[in-house]
C-alpha cells in the first residue's frame, strides 16, 4: 500500500433513503499509470472520484492519498493533485494567458511568462493565448482546462470525463495530450464512458456498474479473458448465414444483419476460414475482427453502452 499513490478500501457513499452510489469499491494505483473508472451514467465513477478530491464524506471506508485521507485532511494533498472536474467551464471574460495566472495565484505561485507559455504550448494553446476563453471551442476548452490543472505540476491528475461532448478530432487531440502527460510520469485517474477512450489510454481499467466494480485489469487481458479475441464477420449473411452455421455445428450470432462467428485461438483461424469458403452463402463481405472493451462490457454488463446509456 505505501508504493501506492492512491488507496481504496471497501469505500461506499450512500445516500436516504436506500441510493447507494458507491458500494464497497476497493482498488489500489501504483505512479506512473492512467487507470481509468469506465461505466455508464450513474455507475458511481465520479462519486468516487469526488471524495478521492475532498469533495464529498464517503459513509465508509478508506480513501488514502499519498497515505493521506482524502476525506479528513486535504490540504495536505492540495499542492500534489491536480483536478479537471466534469463540468469544467473557464472564466468566460480571461484570455487562457491570464486563466493560468490567475489559477496559479489561487496555489500562492508566481508563474512566469515563459512558464504560461510552455504550459499553453503543451496543451496546444498558445496560438489562442489572447482569445477571450469564451470563444475557444469545446475542445479547447478542455485543453484550458487540463493547463489549469496542471499549473501546480502535480503528481496525480483527475480527469473526469474530459472528453464528453467533443468531436472525434478533439477527442483525439485530448488523447494524445493525456498519453503525453502520462509520458511525463504523473499518475492519471481518468473518468469515462467511452470504451475506446478507457481501451486507447489506460493501463489499468476498472468496470463500475451500480456503484461497484465488476471487473478490472489490463484492457488486453479483459479482452482475452472475458470475449474471444477474435471474430469473423460474415456481411449481410443473415438468419439464413446463422441457420446454415448451427446447422453445420459452427458457433455463430447474428447481429444486424450479420453473421459473428468467434475463434477463441488464433491458430484455428486458417481452419474457420476454410470451412466457412466451402459454404455456400450469401454475403456482401467478409472480414476478421479482433474483439475490444466494448464486447468485454457486454459479456460482463449484459448491455451495450452508447454516451454513457445503457441499452435495453
Given at each position: 500500500m505505501a508504493d501506492n499513490v492512491v488507496h481504496v478500501e471497501n469505500l461506499s457513499k450512500h445516500y436516504p433513503p436506500d441510493i447507494k452510489a458507491v458500494d464497497g469499491v476497493s482498488f489500489s494505483i501504483p505512479s506512473g499509470v492512467v487507470f481509468s473508472l469506465l461505466g455508464p451514467n450513474g455507475a458511481g465513477k465520479t462519486t468516487v472520484v469526488e471524495i478521492l478530491e475532498g469533495l464529498r464524506t464517503p459513509t465508509s471506508g478508506t480513501a488514502l492519498i499519498f497515505g493521506t485521507d482524502a476525506s479528513k485532511d486535504y490540504a495536505k494533498l492540495r499542492d500534489r493533485v491536480g483536478i479537471l472536474p466534469q463540468n469544467f467551464e473557464p472564466f468566460d471574460m480571461l484570455k487562457p494567458s491570464e486563466a493560468i495566472e490567475y489559477w496559479a495565484s489561487l496555489y500562492d505561485m508566481r508563474i512566469a511568462k515563459k512558464e504560461v507559455k510552455e504550459l499553453l504550448e503543451s496543451v496546444g494553446l498558445y496560438e489562442r493565448r489572447n482569445s477571450m476563453s469564451k470563444k475557444l471551442s469545446g475542445g479547447e476548452k478542455?485543453?484550458?482546462?487540463?493547463?489549469?490543472?496542471?499549473?501546480?505540476?502535480?503528481?496525480?491528475?483527475?480527469?473526469?470525463?474530459?472528453?464528453?461532448?467533443?468531436?472525434?478530432?478533439?477527442?483525439?487531440?485530448?488523447?494524445?495530450?493525456?498519453?503525453?502527460i502520462r509520458g511525463r510520469g504523473t499518475t492519471v485517474v481518468l473518468t469515462t464512458h467511452y470504451l475506446d477512450e478507457a481501451e486507447k489510454l489506460a493501463d489499468d481499467v476498472a468496470i463500475m456498474h451500480k456503484g461497484k466494480i465488476i471487473v478490472r485489469g489490463k484492457p488486453a487481458d479483459l479482452v482475452?479473458?472475458?470475449?474471444?479475441?477474435?471474430?469473423?464477420?460474415?456481411?449481410g449473411?443473415?438468419?439464413?448465414?446463422?441457420?446454415?452455421?448451427?446447422?453445420?455445428?459452427?458457433?455463430a450470432t447474428e447481429e444486424n444483419g450479420d453473421v459473428l462467428v468467434p475463434v477463441s485461438d488464433p491458430a484455428e483461424m486458417r481452419i474457420v476460414l476454410a470451412k466457412l469458403a466451402s459454404i455456400q452463402l450469401k454475403v456482401k463481405d467478409m472480414y476478421t475482427r479482433r474483439?475490444?472493451?466494448?464486447?468485454?462490457?457486454?459479456?460482463?454488463v449484459g448491455a451495450k453502452m452508447d454516451e454513457g446509456v445503457l441499452g435495453q
Open positions: 478542455r485543453k484550458l482546462g487540463i493547463a489549469l490543472s496542471l499549473v501546480n505540476n502535480p503528481e496525480l491528475l483527475f480527469l473526469d470525463e474530459p472528453t464528453t461532448g467533443l468531436d472525434p478530432k478533439a477527442r483525439r487531440d485530448l488523447w494524445k495530450l493525456i498519453d503525453g482475452s479473458k472475458y470475449s474471444k479475441m477474435t471474430v469473423v464477420v460474415l456481411v449473411a443473415g438468419k439464413e448465414g446463422l441457420s446454415e452455421m448451427m446447422r453445420r455445428g459452427i458457433p474483439q475490444t472493451l466494448e464486447d468485454v462490457f457486454l459479456n460482463v
